[in-house]
């Protein structure tokens, strides 16, 4: 596919790599030439100096042939211009990346739908929703996300002596909010019938559905887990409170640790749901005030690599049982497993991650395989003449393999019904 990536920063730099890899045509554009010279150097890629929201750069870079333009600069505007006009001169899919959450907030006003591009990311909220995955779904033998984050899919792997052994999914009665895609045993794929098979003892199931009425049934294949748990969120930029907002409610209980006073008080105004506290994430006698023994989580999610390594080995030292950091820099991924850290999250990896799914031709808009098995999600757009727009789901002439997990209108998500169209 050819793909032009705007903006050659780091993360552009990271995309672009990624796409490489994955034997895509790259076309870089940014508006520094002496950095592009230097760019040229370590990727396979073609180079043009301009700006990614001026026409005739996009036109010199090939645009009416892109299959993918991911505007990745650090000026939100430029990244959303570049992308609408991307798509307005032909290409088939546009990403514009963004830090104000204005950008993303539906409620009022959705910016994807009004420049017609397909998604609008942002590297923060994508991870939070990667640490929030862990912290979600620890009995999980992994987890996805669709629909911007709104629709989780945890691959669990059923408990022995667990509520669900020996029962139907007729018998177990889920919520209207959950679906279950798929049930591997032995290697071998099923997809459950109402009334066949019954679950056994170390099957691993995938579900899907909204994270509320995941949360409500979770306890129906994994251990049972009765208290709130505790999770302390070092650092209150742009992550941590995306991910304190992904915990927001339910059987969570957020602690936000920042230095900066004044921050700290426009944070406690601004997330009552969570306790933030002033002082330094990386002081063991700090740590040790806190209690943060008592925590069941530790997530380092400052702007410092070095802190947040820091101040997850306090933590994990002081008895924490999990602990997570963000990293930037990618040689310190082989540090952190080496000093007992146990999830290390980094936000270019993130994104890279999603636009390598989204790198794909059709109607298909991501296509993310399930670990361990020959499944996989499709995320497609449905044509405005397709036939499935003309008859409710129950009546589709579906493939028994094939599940409808969910269905995205207008930005919002839900698992949906049989009358549903």
Known sequence: MNII?????????????????ERHNVTLIDIDESHLGKVEEQLDVQT???????APVLFQAGISEAGLVIAATNDDEVNLIAASVAK????????????????RDLSTFDYGRHFRIERIMSLEELTAF???KFIRNP???????????????????????????????RQLQLPRGVRVGALLRGGRFIVPSADHPTFEAGDIVALAGMRKDLDEIRDLFVEHETARVRVVIAGGGRVGTELANVLR??????????????????LAASYPYATVVCGDMTSRAFLEEERIAQADVFVAATGEDEDNIMSAVEAKELGVPKTMVVIRRPDYANVVSKLGIDVAVSPRAAMAAEVSSLATSGV??????LPGSDVVVLEMTVQPDAPVTRVPLAKLPLPDDLVLVALTREGFAKVPGASDK
Do not use: F, W
């Open 130 to 132: 990667e640490l929030a």
């Open 364 to 369: 298909v808009n991501r296509v993310i395989p």
């Open 249 to 266: 409610g339910g059987r969570y209980a957020v602690r936000i640790i920042e230095r900066d006073r004044e921050l700290c008080e426009a």
């Open 5 to 21: 990536v705007v903006g050659a920063g780091t993360v552009g730099q990271s995309v672009a790599q990624t796409l490489v890899d």
């Open 139 to 169: 009995g999980s033998v992994a987890v996805e996300t669709l629909a911007r984050g709104q629709v989780e899919m945890p691959l669990l792997r059923v408990a022995d002596g667990g509520p669900a052994v020996g029962k139907t999914l």
């Open 88 to 103: 307005a001169m032909g290409a088939r899919k546009a990403v514009a990346r963004v830090h104000a959450s204005v950008y």
């Open 48 to 54: 043009i100096a301009g700006s990614g929201a001026s």
